[in-house]
């Protein structure tokens, strides 16, 4: 069976595709992460999604967020990793512990040292996670992203908000949540999800 290097950490893993044919590793240049997919949504038997996450020195990560439909459970295995969640400012996850985040609590991961991080992620279920990654890495690479990972179209960075199950925080999540609503099914009405799909969608093309 074939091996593919992950990006920027060296590590191996079985295929460069999930069975249906998307990619194993997706990278993010403006958050400096790099995720492999060890077990995707198309591969899990529970609905769960498992990765490992490269995080380069310095790497922001994502802005302060919730989620309203999973959970969460990451897993140093380099670091430093560290965390904002709930009340809790700066909290450094060891290398071998664990951090639970359930739906609806306010967090995000950053490295502020000088070495980069590994981190084993898992998100239950993960289908949501899954898809705003690939959709939001996909239109970066494309050159179609502000340097916070979205798309810079402000009607398919909401296509993408609304897949990944988020909010962030600092608007009112009510407010959000129909403003969000209302630009995603107006995209849709536009064709939009079209520069999305290739993305999600798999290739049929594999030898």
Known sequence: ??????????????TDHTPSGLARTITSEAMGVSVTFLRSAEESSDGS???????????????????TGFEETFT??????SFDVG????????V??????????????YNSGDQPAVFRFVARPGLAYER???????????GRSTRMGLPRNPLEAAL?????????????????????GAAAGLARRLGMQRRLDPHLAPRHDLP
């Open 160 to 180: 993408v908000i609304e897949a990944s199950d988020s909010l962030v925080v600092g608007v009112p999540l009510g407010l959000q949540r129909r403003l969000v």
């Open 49 to 67: 999604v498992e990765t490992e996450v490269f995080l380069r020195a310095g790497g922001h990560g994502p802005p302060l967020h919730v989620h």
């Open 96 to 109: 071998g512990e664990s951090l639970n985040v359930p739906p609806g609590l306010a967090h995000r991961y």
């Open 87 to 94: 009340d809790r400012k700066g909290l450094l996850l060891p």
């Open 76 to 81: 140093t295995l380099e670091g430093p990793l």
């Open 1 to 14: 069976m074939p091996t593919h290097q992950i990006p920027l950490t060296g590590r191996t893993v079985t």
């Open 132 to 142: 705003s990654l690939r959709a939001s890495f996909g239109r970066e690479a494309e």
